[in-house]
């Protein structure tokens, strides 16, 4: 595996070995980073196949799941193999242009040749650039240096264009155009093979032209043979990655950490990576003595620091939640009403798999356990540092949490901040839940930890809040566990807190809590605020 990635990745190496470390920014190099061999993550028989075939496809998957790796991999193994001329290019530099096209397209010309020169070794479109290039029509000054690098090339060329959906109206359009009109010249006048590679599929574009129209990808691409996604790592891949860690420093990891980096990550890549990194390197006892065991307890408490940190990969994540076509999946989720999700279109579902952000089977479900705990916290990140930090006010002198006190000044906050609230978010069926989640965030923020859980066909949101009771000892001490259930009531209560308190109870049962709590949000307008705001004991 190392033999055939190392081959035609122009990579300069240090003459002092470094120690490998877990990858959270651009693409995995063997020897620097623990990786996962990125040809194993692909299907690589059926690209292969594909390429011989003379077909031009799509490689698509969320943002840092390891494209750019694979990409880079696939390169290196083609020209070891020698049958074809493989060329890789990130033509993302181009999206600054927009819309301007002669800028853009001028962009990806000199991408591609400096990436012949860099990866090839090869300085013949460069020279071409330079001579012929400026007479040819912007409209044709791809697709004809592609041509003219083609008839250069001993073997058919294979060409892999990386974050194509990066880039922006009459720019994109005219990329895809020009590469279907060559179509027809292949392999002796043009790339045999073209893998265009991004975050979404080419049917996904969007292109808005400087003329207004909406132009898709697949009409502008209508070429395209097939689409591949590279999925995550599987589970036994992301414990084969931490164990790398193991085998490279000695340094033990319980093994009780792995179910819960799965149920966390789901192997998201970039995931797996920052969880890693989180343990081993940004812990720093962990960090400068490499005996010391990484333990269940020390992974959790880099779990709560990655989601504090607001990482660029979550705050990407998060940006995706504006979008309209998010927008309806997710608020269905977070309220935890299937019926939200009738209306919505297949591709918006589609669309909403592909960016990351949900698992369609074996249901419908937000991806993976961190992500359910970033989503509420950016989109009600703004309510939260405006809530008054009251930690000690609900403190009992055991230094537990006073949960009926503190649910009873929630229900006052409800009732003098819910309007102004549910009017103003992007997300108003989930809105009362988010509520509380922010308010119950702003609690225990810097001592507790709150644990989500979305039950579609369930109509609920399940939190379960641990509270240390030793400020000394932490979580290594004494726990408080609290579990809350959320549920909207549209009509009379009743039949709802029947079928809540079950849920309640088995799910406190589930997690071994000393407490549980049932919120109804009763959302009838035509009620009081003194017949919807109570609180009762049940047994």
């Given at each position: 595996?190392a033999c055939r990635w190392?081959?035609?990745?122009?990579v300069m190496?240090?003459?002092?070995?470094?120690?490998?470390?877990f990858n959270t920014?651009?693409?995995?190099?063997?020897?620097?980073?623990?990786?996962?061999d990125p040809?194993?993550?692909i299907?690589?028989?059926?690209?292969e196949?594909?390429?011989a075939a003379?077909?031009y496809?799509v490689?698509?998957?969320?943002?840092q799941?390891?494209?750019?790796t694979?990409l880079?991999?696939l390169?290196?193994?083609?020209?070891?193999?020698g049958?074809y001329?493989a060329?890789?290019a990130?033509?993302?530099a181009a999206?600054?242009?927009?819309?301007?096209?002669?800028?853009?397209i001028a962009?990806?010309c000199?991408?591609?040749?400096r990436s012949?020169?860099?990866?090839l070794?090869?300085?013949?479109?460069?020279?071409?650039?330079?001579?012929?290039?400026p007479?040819v029509?912007?409209?044709?000054?791809?697709?004809?240096?592609l041509s003219g690098f083609s008839?250069?090339?001993?073997?058919?060329?294979?060409l892999?264009?990386?974050?194509v959906?990066a880039l922006v109206?009459d720019?994109?359009?005219?990329l895809l155009?020009q590469?279907?009109?060559g179509?027809a010249?292949r392999?002796g006048?043009?790339?045999?093979?073209?893998i265009?590679?991004?975050?979404r599929?080419v049917?996904?574009?969007?292109?808005h032209?400087?003329h207004?129209?909406?132009i898709?990808?697949?009409s502008?691409?209508n070429?395209k043979a097939?689409?591949?996604?590279?999925?995550?790592?599987?589970q036994?891949e992301?414990?084969a990655?931490?164990?790398?860690?193991?085998a490279e420093t000695?340094?033990?990891i319980?093994a009780?950490?792995?179910?819960?980096?799965?149920?966390?990550?789901?192997g998201?890549?970039?995931?797996?990576n920052?969880?890693?990194?989180?343990?081993?390197?940004?812990?720093r006892?962990?960090r400068?003595?490499?005996g010391?065991?990484?333990?269940?307890?020390r992974?959790k408490?880099?779990?709560?620091?990655?989601?504090?940190?607001r990482?660029t990969?979550?705050?990407q994540?998060?940006d995706?939640l504006?979008?309209a076509?998010v927008?309806?999946?997710?608020?269905?989720?977070?309220?935890?009403?299937?019926?939200l999700?009738h209306?919505i279109?297949?591709?918006d579902?589609q669309?909403?798999?592909d960016?990351?952000?949900?698992e369609t089977r074996?249901?419908v479900?937000?991806?993976?356990?961190?992500?359910?705990e970033?989503?509420p916290r950016?989109?009600?990140?703004?309510?939260q540092?405006?809530?008054?930090?009251?930690q000690?006010?609900y403190?009992t002198p055991e230094?537990k949490?006073?949960?009926?006190k503190l649910?009873a000044?929630?229900?006052?906050?409800f009732?003098?901040?819910s309007?102004?609230w549910?009017n103003s978010?992007h997300?108003?069926?989930a809105?009362?839940q988010l509520?509380?989640?922010?308010f119950l965030?702003?609690?225990v923020n810097?001592?507790?930890?709150i644990?989500?859980?979305?039950g579609l066909a369930r109509?609920?949101?399940?939190?379960?809040l641990?509270?240390p009771?030793s400020e000394?000892?932490?979580?290594?001490?004494?726990?408080?566990?609290?579990?809350l259930e959320?549920?909207l009531?549209?009509?009379?209560?009743e039949?709802?807190?029947?079928?809540g308190?079950q849920?309640?109870d088995?799910?406190?049962q589930?997690?071994?809590?000393?407490?549980?709590?049932?919120?109804?949000?009763?959302r009838?307008?035509d009620?009081?605020w003194e017949?919807?705001?109570?609180?009762?004991?049940?047994?």
């Amino acid at each position: 595996m190392a033999c055939r990635w190392a081959a035609g990745s122009a990579v300069m190496r240090a003459s002092v070995p470094l120690m490998k470390n877990f990858n959270t920014a651009g693409p995995s190099v063997v020897g620097d980073h623990y990786l996962i061999d990125p040809l194993a993550r692909i299907d690589l028989a059926e690209v292969e196949a594909l390429i011989a075939a003379k077909r031009y496809f799509v490689l698509h998957a969320p943002r840092q799941t390891g494209k750019t790796t694979a990409l880079l991999a696939l390169m290196a193994h083609l020209n070891a193999q020698g049958r074809y001329r493989a060329l890789y290019a990130n033509i993302e530099a181009a999206q600054a242009a927009r819309g301007r096209v002669e800028a853009g397209i001028a962009t990806i010309c000199s991408v591609l040749a400096r990436s012949a020169a860099l990866y090839l070794h090869d300085d013949w479109m460069q020279q071409w650039l330079a001579q012929a290039g400026p007479q040819v029509q912007i409209e044709d000054r791809i697709s004809s240096m592609l041509s003219g690098f083609s008839q250069h090339c001993a073997q058919p060329v294979v060409l892999l264009l990386d974050e194509v959906d990066a880039l922006v109206g009459d720019t994109l359009i005219s990329l895809l155009r020009q590469i279907r009109a060559g179509y027809a010249q292949r392999p002796g006048a043009f790339p045999q093979s073209v893998i265009l590679c991004g975050v979404r599929d080419v049917r996904d574009y969007r292109i808005h032209t400087a003329h207004h129209e909406i132009i898709t990808g697949g009409s502008a691409f209508n070429i395209k043979a097939t689409s591949i996604r590279l999925g995550n790592f599987s589970q036994s891949e992301t414990i084969a990655l931490w164990q790398q860690h193991q085998a490279e420093t000695g340094q033990p990891i319980d093994a009780a950490i792995y179910p819960e980096l799965w149920e966390d990550t789901r192997g998201q890549p970039w995931l797996v990576n920052a969880l890693g990194y989180e343990c081993v390197y940004n812990d720093r006892e962990l960090r400068h003595n490499r005996g010391l065991p990484v333990t269940l307890e020390r992974y959790k408490a880099a779990r709560e620091r990655l989601i504090q940190s607001r990482a660029t990969h979550l705050d990407q994540l998060t940006d995706k939640l504006q979008e309209a076509r998010v927008r309806g999946v997710v608020s269905a989720l977070l309220a935890g009403e299937d019926a939200l999700l009738h209306d919505i279109a297949p591709d918006d579902l589609q669309y909403v798999e592909d960016l990351g952000l949900i698992e369609t089977r074996p249901q419908v479900r937000i991806a993976n356990r961190i992500y359910q705990e970033v989503i509420p916290r950016e989109l009600t990140w703004s309510k939260q540092v405006m809530i008054a930090h009251q930690q000690e006010w609900y403190l009992t002198p055991e230094r537990k949490l006073d949960l009926p006190k503190l649910l009873a000044a929630f229900q006052q906050f409800f009732r003098e901040h819910s309007e102004a609230w549910l009017n103003s978010v992007h997300y108003p069926e989930a809105g009362p839940q988010l509520l509380l989640q922010a308010f119950l965030q702003r609690i225990v923020n810097g001592g507790g930890r709150i644990s989500r859980e979305y039950g579609l066909a369930r109509k609920r949101t399940d939190l379960f809040l641990e509270w240390p009771t030793s400020e000394a000892q932490g979580f290594l001490g004494p726990v408080q566990r609290v579990v809350l259930e959320l549920k909207l009531v549209r009509q009379a209560p009743e039949t709802a807190l029947q079928q809540g308190l079950q849920q309640t109870d088995d799910y406190a049962q589930r997690v071994g809590a000393d407490e549980a709590h049932l919120l109804l949000f009763d959302r009838r307008t035509d009620q009081s605020w003194e017949a919807r705001i109570w609180q009762r004991q049940e047994s």
